[in-house]
């Protein structure tokens, strides 16, 4: 079954760091030539802030005519404002969801229950730490250890009925203990060992690290995005998963 033919509700297993590009551009017309050029080559695409407030909707379903469509939009807001935008985006086609766990149990709950609710159900994840912060600069917004905030939003996150989280390679293979198999863990922050720059991430892991640890999907936008040739990077990435076997 290819990518487009899976049903939108269908889960990759834990472990499976299925792959997620990240498509961060300027403009619609820059993330269609990057999605001709990955054709065939990722099952899923990220619309994220950038993309979508540049191009709109319409952003979001152009890729979701060539694949399947993770809408990182990280809402965060009052429940009904939240359920409204899960709603939206379930009917742009969007097979991701996420809201920021940090957002309470009341709102993720409004979430899941707009997600749950759709025709075609999106994975509603939450965020908990994003990937750029490391220990300190977490302590200072946080005031606790990174560990001990990624694993409350996660309890929230679940509790709220979310899916599963959105965490850095570092914390997944605790959240996966704590959580079980049935949890999802989408986990960005991925550089592949010949990609050397690490950008503005800090919690970061190579593509099999963050599978080995436990990762359903991986999202990996620069070190595709930016190569040169973005196909054989995106298959490359997906051969190092691979290799660890089933
Ligand atoms: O280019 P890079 O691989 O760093 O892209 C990572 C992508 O994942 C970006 O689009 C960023 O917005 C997103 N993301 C993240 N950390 C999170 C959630 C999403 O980096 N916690």
């Not at 097979?95 to 159900?121: K, L, Q, R, T």
């Amino acid at each position: 079954m290819s990518s487009t033919e899976a049903p939108r509700s269908r889960i990759a297993p834990a472990g499976s760091g299925e792959l997620v590009v990240a498509v961060d551009t300027p403009s619609l017309d820059a993330a269609l030539r990057l999605r001709d050029r990955l054709a065939g080559a990722a099952p899923w695409f990220k619309v994220g802030k950038e993309l979508f407030t540049a191009a709109g909707p319409r952003a979001v379903r152009e890729f979701a005519d060539a694949g399947r469509v993770f809408l990182d939009l990280k809402f965060h807001d009052i429940p009904a404002t939240v359920a409204g935008a899960v709603r939206a985006g379930a009917a742009l086609g969007a097979g991701i969801v996420d809201v920021h766990a940090s957002g309470g149990e009341p709102m993720i709950a409004a979430a899941a229950e707009a997600a749950a609710n759709a025709p075609e159900p999106p994975i509603l994840l939450a965020v908990t730490v994003l990937t750029h912060l490391d220990e300190q600069a977490a302590a200072n917004v946080y005031g606790r250890p990174l560990a001990a905030q990624v694993r409350r939003l996660a309890r929230i996150a679940r509790a709220g009925g979310a899916a599963g989280v959105v965490a850095s390679a570092l914390e997944a293979a605790a959240l996966r203990e704590e959580f079980g198999d049935g949890f999802v863990l989408l986990v960005p922050g991925i550089r592949p060992r010949w990609a050397a720059a690490a950008h503005d991430q800090r919690r970061v892991a190579t593509p099999a690290e963050a599978a080995r640890r436990g990762a359903n999907y991986i999202v990996v936008g620069r070190a595709i995005t930016g190569n040169s040739d973005p196909r054989t990077a995106a298959l490359r990435v997906r051969d190092e998963v691979a290799d660890l076997g089933p």
